[in-house]
């Protein structure tokens, strides 16, 4: 039982820890130009387009990782 009670309140600070605190207007916010590109039918091996994105927010904007579709 002292496990099981251990163990619960390392997962509510874990979690507590991770969420987000701060005002809404002090935030970052990133805007795209596009949300989606139409490449066609993609005859060569190496098709490439570029997103264009902004910090429309008033912190810093950090991208910590990328994952292609």
Do not use: C, W
């Not at 429309?56 to 910590?64: H, M």
């Amino acid at each position: 039982m002292k496990r099981i009670i251990i163990l619960f309140f390392a997962l509510i600070f874990s979690v507590l820890a991770y969420a987000q605190t701060g005002n809404e207007s002090q935030r970052p916010e990133i805007k795209f130009d596009a949300a989606t590109y139409d490449m066609g039918v993609v005859t060569q091996e190496i098709a490439m387009h570029s997103f264009e994105f902004k910090n429309a927010g008033t912190s810093d904007l950090i991208i910590e990782k990328l994952v292609p579709s």
